[in-house]
């Protein structure tokens, strides 16, 4: 196979390989499909036809696997639109491992196409739009290549260098055109009246029923952001560093915590406990970097409502269901969620409605506990009964003994014992639940709760990342109500990600969010309501005074009509610019290497003078040198152009030369 | 003696044409020694189908160059001397009576010739110079209402006297711009004169020299320098030297249109004596100063050798600052 061909076929399949990933950045293909491809566009870059001999034996798997997805529709567990995208990339991966010909060709660029409108009834994000012009330029190349291809009669060898010049500027124009349409022209948008759902690259943190100790906490470099909320009263600071409460577990059997709680009814809005004066709102964003059905607010919730699921098909109003130890779920799934929720500042919580079960349970301890942790309590609290104050010292001690690490490798059958006695090292859960167990131990109620701990201002609210998972502890306190006291040394409760990293993220979410809004969101409406805010006139007392648009419409297009002349001229410049002769570049060389080797042209000297010069001072340059020059005037004037590798084979002699001089 | 050579005349190559070309000068540099260079000047304005203005001081070669020209071109010859009485009828001829007829008839003078010598170009009056002006220009002379043909190949060599300016009639610029080549002798170098000296016999006279080729072929030689290809880029390269003498501070008129094709003629034949058929900026570069420099009229209004001079300096000054195409 020709060079060209590798490269045509090379283009081909890493455009399909763009398509595919225009699907599966929305996180929603299942994670076999993602392999399966991922195994078939290795396997073809790497030239591994396999299904070459057997094109149709190898397509009765398609049908076998057609049948898997439709009975995982059938069954519920997948959705129609996302297992139609996902046979569509194993089409396109049976095609790219089958013989390569012109008509597979048309077959890998169709099942792309199919693959990119799919990515956009499973996404519209900013990543989506990359692997968009990513798959229309690489399939555009293969196209044209392969048109070149065609031409050229066989046997000849197909220019690809001088092609694909053309071939890429014309579709950098194209694309530029493309995206200025898409941009400056008004559109329907999918749901004129809603937004978009928003879903990203996938889960990456969830709350599970349970929590289990042990285990690496890599959770806590995550620096994805999970959650975003504006708060009113909006605090204003710059670090919130607040405790955003999920679930909270009051069953600990030794290796994991659960909750005894039993769902109970689903409602549009729950309330869970009365609300005061000084009640936080929230307007909270749940990403899909979330990927659980928790809601999750500041402590202490007193309210949830208004919840939003967003999928692929759009966004509609879920119920809540509110389950045990205060947990609030989202009925409807979703990519992501978006809700309201009010509540109490840290402290103020009086009224926890608990069943006598769950405040039963709130002294419980495991079967088989250790007597060294009421000893290790007994002998720290130092017979200080008083919930809150004993919690505290237990807490101070834990911070000042223990210390935090998220290095802890192996389960181990008694992973309190092993953090207080033999590791004494250990990350949130760990302090935690040493925390909690040693309350107990004494006779005070505590419960572990986890959620987020963090809070970092961006723009007009606050985000929390999937860093910021953490788990604390609630000691129940005599009219009071739960006490947040929190174990973990306080340098490591919020997300430790790299900076960089953490910047580089939150420099993406922005991108993306911002791509959201005034791409993806920019509907129609939104274009006509902002071209009339631009062209009606200031409101004000003398509105009727002119019927001109305000001077700042003038300004913009002013600037405007800068700007597209300014491109223009830059443009006519560069276009017209003449471009340098292909002997030029051989003339360059020349000047390069002797250059190099201290040999300098004078101002104004062109290489024909210099080597009429270089013969009388420096007769051994000669013999390299006046070929080679009289070759480049003949390619160069002479309209002799110069054959491939011919100026490499002139150029040597020169260069061997230069080196004998160098080394002596 | 090296035998004419006829190849040209039946299938033209560069080959054969720089053959010629190298055997004229060979010529030319036995009785001119030590002007080498000069020598294929002259060989490449001839070739190029121009005419020749040889200005230098008595005595350094400047006749015997041009009848060495002619002869190794195998061209008729003659030497006017030009004086301030010289009239035009004394270069062009005249009407002669014959009574017997009752007719006239034209009496050719000496501008009927291949190679003409006009010394001391300058001595002569205004009405002089402009009827060999006419021949130069178009190869015709115009007597009382009717034209005749001069000679083809017909070339001039001039000389004048850049010094001895007293009672002379500077040629006007439209003369000047007539000829393709402006050349200095200038005094031989020492060693060359002493050599003069001593091999005074033994220098062959140019009466001696044999013709190399003759107008035939010559002409043809002409015709295959005319039609050497000449790249885009050089050809622009040309005009924009002719523009940069044009826009130069210290040059009141710069180089005319007739004067951009002179260079582009010259570098033709130039290319050449390099054994090439296709021009090159270095080509263009080689015949610069003796095509340009007497064309120039320069702001410092100064005369002669002097003005000579500093033209020829602008206008290397200008071929260092004008990119050339590479």
């Known amino acids: ?664 | 003696m090296n035998p004419p050579v006829r190849a040209l005349v039946a299938a033209p190559t560069v080959d054969a044409a720089r053959q010629i070309m190298e055997r004229i000068a060979a010529h030319l540099s036995r009785v001119v020694q030590g002007k080498e260079a000069q020598a294929r000047l002259t060989v490449t304005s001839v070739v190029a189908g121009g005419h020749v203005l040889l200005e230098d001081v008595p005595g350094v070669g400047k006749t015997t160059l041009a009848e060495a020209l002619a002869r190794a071109c195998g061209l008729s010859f003659s030497r006017i001397q030009f004086t301030a009485d010289l009239m035009p009828t004394d270069i062009l001829g005249s009407q002669v009576f014959h009574a017997a007829s009752a007719t006239f008839t034209f009496r050719q003078g000496p501008l009927f010739r291949q190679l003409v010598l006009a010394d001391e170009l300058n001595r002569a009056p205004p009405r002089t110079q402009s009827a060999l002006l006419e021949g130069m220009a178009h190869g015709q002379v115009s007597l009382d209402g009717a034209t005749w043909p001069l000679p083809a190949p017909f070339t001039v060599v001039a000389t004048q006297n850049p010094v001895d300016l007293t009672g002379t009639y500077p040629l006007p610029d439209s003369q000047l711009d007539r000829f393709l080549m402006r050349l200095s002798l200038g005094h031989p170098a020492p060693d060359v004169e002493a050599r003069l000296l001593t091999t005074r016999g033994r220098t062959p006279p140019v009466e001696a020299l044999e013709a190399v080729t003759g107008p035939e072929e010559l002409l043809s030689l002409r015709a295959f320098a005319a039609e050497l290809r000449m790249d885009d880029a050089v050809a622009e390269y040309i005009v924009r030297l002719a523009q940069a003498t044009r826009e130069h501070g210290d040059i009141e008129r710069g180089a005319s249109t007739r004067a951009v094709l002179a260079v582009g003629g010259a570098a033709r034949a130039q290319a050449l004596w390099e054994g090439r058929d296709f021009v090159t900026p270095g080509d263009v570069r080689a015949v610069l100063v003796p095509c340009l420099a007497h064309r120039l009229m320069l702001r410092s209004n100064v005369q002669g050798a002097v003005a000579r001079e500093e033209a020829s300096h602008l206008l290397e000054e200008l071929a260092r600052k004008v990119v050339a195409p590479r």
């Open chain 1, 1 to 664: 196979m020709s060079g060209a061909s590798r490269l045509r076929l090379m283009l081909r399949d890493l455009g399909a390989g763009a398509a595919f990933a225009s699907m599966a950045v929305s996180g929603q293909l299942p994670a076999w499909t993602l392999l399966l491809f991922g195994l078939a566009l290795g396997s073809a870059l790497m030239g591994w036809r396999i299904f070459a001999q057997r094109t149709k034996a190898t397509a009765a798997l398609l049908l076998g696997v057609a049948g898997v997805l439709a009975f995982s529709v059938y069954a519920g567990s997948t959705d129609l639109v996302v297992a139609s995208c996902a046979f569509a990339g194993l089409i396109a991966g049976h095609r790219l491992l089958s013989t390569p010909e012109p008509r597979t060709d048309g077959q890998v660029q169709l099942a792309g196409l199919l693959m990119v409108a799919g990515g956009a009834a499973l996404s519209g994000e900013l990543a989506f739009a990359l692997c968009l012009v990513a798959f229309c330029v690489l399939a555009s190349l293969s196209m044209g290549l392969s048109v070149v291809e065609g031409a050229v009669p066989p046997g000849e060898p197909v220019p690809v260098r001088a092609v694909m010049r053309p071939l890429g500027l014309g579709i950098f124009f194209a694309v530029c055109g493309a995206a200025a349409f898409f941009l400056l022209f008004p559109r329907l948008n999918w749901n004129m009246a809603a937004r978009r759902s928003a879903p990203g690259l996938g889960a990456t943190t969830g709350l599970a029923d349970t929590v289990r100790l042990g285990g690496e906490g890599t959770l806590k470099s995550n620096p994805r952001v999970v959650l975003r909320a504006q708060l009113t009263p909006d605090p204003l600071q710059e670090r919130l560093d607040a405790y955003w409460l999920a679930r909270t577990y009051d069953t600990f059997d030794g290796q994991e915590w659960t909750s005894i709680g039993q769902p109970k009814r689903s409602r549009q809005r729950v309330t869970l406990r009365h609300g005061g004066e000084q009640s936080i709102h929230q307007r909270i964003e749940l990403l899909p970097a979330y990927g659980a059905t928790t809601l999750v607010a500041l402590e202490t919730p007193t309210r949830l409502g208004n919840a939003l699921a967003h999928s692929a098909t759009g966004s509609q109003r879920t119920s809540l269901t509110e389950m045990g130890g205060g947990e609030v779920r989202f009925q409807t799934p979703g990519i992501a969620y978006s809700y309201e929720a009010t509540s109490l500042p840290p402290g103020a919580d009086t009224t926890t409605p608990m069943s006598e079960a769950e405040r039963g349970q709130l002294l419980a301890l495991p079967d088989r506990l250790d007597p060294r942790v009421a000893a290790l309590a007994q002998r720290v609290l130092e017979g200080e009964k008083e919930p809150v104050a004993a919690a505290r010292k237990l807490a101070a001690f834990l911070q000042r003994e223990y210390s935090y690490t998220l290095e802890l490798s192996g389960d181990v059958e008694e992973p309190l014992v092993d953090f207080l006695f033999v590791r004494k090292a250990g990350h949130c859960e760990h302090f935690a639940t040493a925390l909690t167990l040693l309350l107990r131990t004494q006779g005070i109620s505590a419960r572990l709760a986890s959620g987020f701990f963090g809070g970092e201002r961006v723009e007009e609210g606050y985000v929390v990342r999937a860093g910021d998972a953490h788990a604390w502890t609630h000691v129940l306190t005599p009219g009071r109500g739960f006490v947040t006291v929190d174990a973990t040394p306080p340098a490591n409760r919020a997300s430790q990600s790299l900076a960089v990293l953490e910047f580089l993220t939150g420099l993406y979410e922005a991108l993306e969010t911002r791509w959201r809004s005034t791409v993806v969101d920019f509907s129609l409406r939104d274009q006509m309501q902002m071209a009339q805010s631009l062209v009606r006139p200031p409101r004000g007392p003398r509105r009727d005074s002119t019927r001109l648009p305000p001077a700042r419409v003038w300004g913009l297009a002013i600037a405007a009509g800068l700007v597209t002349y300014s491109v223009w001229q830059l443009f006519s410049r560069r276009l017209s610019a003449p471009k340098p002769h292909q002997a030029t570049h051989l003339a360059d060389a020349v000047e390069h290497l002797l250059g190099e080797a201290g040999v300098r042209m004078r101002e104004g000297e062109a290489l024909e003078e210099f080597t009429s010069r270089l013969t009388r001072e420096q007769p051994t340059l000669a013999a390299p040198l006046v070929p080679l020059t009289r070759r480049y005037l003949e390619a160069r004037f002479g309209q002799r152009p110069l054959q491939p590798g011919e100026a490499e084979r002139l150029l040597s002699p020169l260069r061997r030369v230069l080196q004998t001089r160098r080394a002596s």
